[in-house]
């Protein structure tokens, strides 16, 4: 066993530099000797915080499952590993002259009406810049580009907001618009775009008095396209807002923080900005409410107008929003395109259906569940390799 005993040895000297100069990790190895004259050596590490990097290819573990960390995901770690977040970086080729006066003057009056700043009308456009560090000694932040640029998009091409009105499905695309430049401009364009071209405008009176409201409540649309645009990743696609008969839905790139889930989103949860600086300008502004109450508010205003609960998916790196103009019009319609697609096709899966139909899964899951409560719908056989199956009435 001598031999066997030193070579035991050596292990226990090298392994744990190896593996702390190959992975970052520090090992515990400890040594075991059996009865039967055998050893064997004892490996534990304890779980880490921050992904692994192996040959310049960061990984990470989520549960059971490792992940390799890649595209924004992988340019917000580095980001994090120097204590930074993507709006605070410099932009080396921006200089003032990038800067939009009228957008300060914009988010000087919103200011002053949000009251969360002390008075800004004696300061210069790059007194006001500094004030609210978007600017530093090494030059302009991208965030300051992304709030006030005269035209943000010639650094960050897919920072516009792509606007579709469509039929009953995607394949019916009926019109589009595009908002561009910088976020204090795109919100009230947007706004206006959807109010003047993309959403009705029911008519009610008050006596004699004639009323006119849009079909979604403004307030839960503001706040879903500030959160759109605050919290995407600006290195990722454009934001998406699609407009059907039935339904609105917004989709921003950059998935959810690690520490919060959608589950969480309906719950009390802190505040966790993905650009955090220009969340501040927007706060500051008003725009925004800096708790995290956002989501609460969406949820407020469509009880307030008599609609569904929003639902909210992680898809395709981003998150998608999606708004019902009437749960139950809108549920039914949806229900009768799901019974004609699994007539024709009984083994169409919940994901292609939701693709199809142009909803979320979730929103394909309720309605099969109210189909098959009401006897109209059964599943024959497992989740997979099963069927489902119309019941004809």
């Keep these: 066993m001598g031999l066997n005993c ?10 744990p530099n190896k593996i702390r100069d190959k992975l970052g990790l520090m090992p515990k190895v400890d040594l075991h000797e059996e009865e039967d004259d055998k050893a064997y050596l004892e490996i534990t590490v ?46 080396s080729k921006a200089t003032p002259e990038d800067i939009d ?27 006001i810049l500094k004030k609210l560090r978007l600017t530093t000694r090494e030059g302009i932040t991208r ?18 907001v792509k606007i579709g009105r469509f039929g009953e499905s995607e394949a019916d695309l009926r019109f589009q618009e595009v908002s561009e430049g910088n976020l204090v401009s795109m919100l009230p364009d947007i706004v206006e ?23 979604y409540p403004v307030e839960a649309l503001r706040e879903i396209l500030l959160n759109a645009l605050v919290h995407r990743n600006y ?18 790139a950059g998935s959810l923080p690690e520490e919060l889930s959608i589950e969480q989103l309906f719950q009390a949860h802190e505040s966790i900005p993905r650009n955090p600086l220009i969340a501040e300008v927007c706060y500051k502004a008003g ?62 899966t919940i994901a292609e259906l939701a693709s199809s139909i142009g909803i979320s899964t979730r929103g394909i899951e309720k309605n099969l569940k109210s189909l098959q409560e009401r006897g109209k719908l059964t599943r024959v056989g497992p989740d997979k390799g099963g069927h489902w199956e119309v019941i004809d009435s």
């Design 6 to 15: 030193l070579k035991m040895n050596e292990l226990l000297e090298d392994l």
């Design 235 to 252: 290195l990722g696609s454009m934001t998406q807002m699609k407009v059907y008969d039935d339904r609105l839905t917004v989709w921003n």
């Design 101 to 127: 006066p009228a957008a300060i003057q914009r988010f000087k009056r919103d200011a002053a009406k949000a009251g969360r700043l002390p008075d800004l009308s004696d300061l210069t456009d790059a007194e």
């Design 287 to 348: 725009y925004i409410d800096s708790w995290g109450r956002g989501v609460e508010k969406i949820s407020e205003a469509c009880k307030a107008a008599g609609l569904a609960e929003p639902v909210f998916q992680e898809r395709s790196g981003g998150v998608l929003v999606e708004l019902q103009r009437t749960p139950e019009k809108g549920s039914e319609k949806s229900s009768e395109k799901i019974l004609r697609m699994l007539s024709k096709n009984p083994e169409m």
């Design 46 to 91: 304890a779980p880490s915080s921050v992904p692994i990097s192996l040959r310049g290819v960061y990984y990470w573990r989520s549960g059971s499952v490792k992940q390799e960390l890649k595209g924004g995901a992988l340019n917000d770690f580095l980001l994090k590993k120097m204590g930074l977040t993507w709006d605070r970086v410099i932009e």
């Design 193 to 215: 775009q959807l109010e003047r071209k993309f959403l009705t405008k029911p008519v009610r009176f008050e006596g004699i008095q004639r009323i006119e409201e849009l079909e």
């Design 143 to 160: 965030a300051a580009l992304v709030l006030f640029g005269k035209d943000p998009g010639e650094f960050y091409p897919n920072l516009f």
